[in-house]
């Protein structure tokens, strides 16, 4: 089925163009996987830094996708305007991609303080908000539902992380 892929500690799929129209195979070495350690290395203390060290991680994740997906200069919030550019990811595409790096973070066992969840999505036409979706984490000590969104920014910026309740009031 489009967009579902598990990924492995060597391998997963990106999706990208929207809806998942294209994909690329991504190759993941031990050497990536040791930057990925360093990089949640910082997040050890405490939740909330293994949050912050979840969004430098996907500042690396983009620019590694784009290696393979030629998504470099990828735009936050790509709209229809872009729909179908093999180089932008919509929501879905993003959510996905975000999933599968938190799933590998997890496989590799640098998740210390959360787990990973399904995806989410908000907005329909009864509520007047614009369809969205996000990759989520849950702290396994309270419980809370955190969204790590990719969609909403450009290309190598860390995605934006919030609470899941917040995330689903926002536009």
């Given at each position: 089925?489009?967009?579902?892929?598990?990924?492995?500690?060597?391998?997963?799929?990106?999706?990208?163009?929207?809806?998942?129209?294209?994909?690329?195979?991504?190759?993941?070495?031990?050497a990536?996987?040791a930057?990925?350690?360093?990089?949640?290395a910082?997040?050890?203390?405490?939740?909330?830094?293994?949050?912050q060290?979840?969004?430098?991680?996907?500042?690396?994740?983009?620019?590694?996708?784009?290696?393979?997906?030629?998504?470099?200069?990828?735009?936050?919030?790509?709209?229809?305007?872009?729909?179908?550019?093999?180089?932008?990811?919509?929501?879905i595409?993003?959510?996905?991609?975000t999933?599968?790096?938190?799933?590998?973070?997890?496989?590799?066992?640098?998740?210390?303080?959360?787990?990973?969840?399904?995806?989410?999505?908000?907005?329909?036409?009864?509520?007047?908000?614009?369809?969205?979706?996000?990759?989520?984490?849950?702290?396994?000590?309270?419980?809370?539902?955190?969204?790590?969104d990719?969609?909403?920014?450009?290309y190598?910026?860390?995605?934006?992380?919030?609470?899941?309740?917040?995330?689903?009031?926002?536009?």
């Amino acid at each position: 089925e489009r967009c579902i892929s598990t990924p492995t500690p060597s391998f997963m799929t990106v999706w990208h163009g929207f809806g998942c129209q294209y994909r690329a195979e991504l190759g993941l070495t031990p050497a990536e996987h040791a930057t990925l350690k360093k990089l949640m290395a910082a997040g050890s203390g405490s939740a909330a830094k293994e949050r912050q060290a979840v969004a430098a991680a996907g500042v690396w994740f983009d620019r590694r996708i784009a290696q393979v997906a030629g998504t470099a200069g990828h735009v936050a919030r790509a709209n229809r305007e872009y729909m179908y550019d093999k180089r932008q990811f919509d929501c879905i595409d993003t959510s996905r991609n975000t999933t599968s790096l938190l799933l590998l973070l997890q496989q590799l066992q640098l998740l210390r303080f959360h787990t990973v969840d399904s995806p989410q999505a908000r907005g329909h036409i009864f509520d007047l908000k614009a369809p969205h979706a996000t990759a989520v984490l849950v702290e396994k000590e309270t419980g809370v539902r955190w969204s790590v969104d990719a969609w909403t920014r450009a290309y190598g910026q860390a995605p934006e992380v919030m609470t899941l309740d917040r995330w689903m009031e926002s536009d």
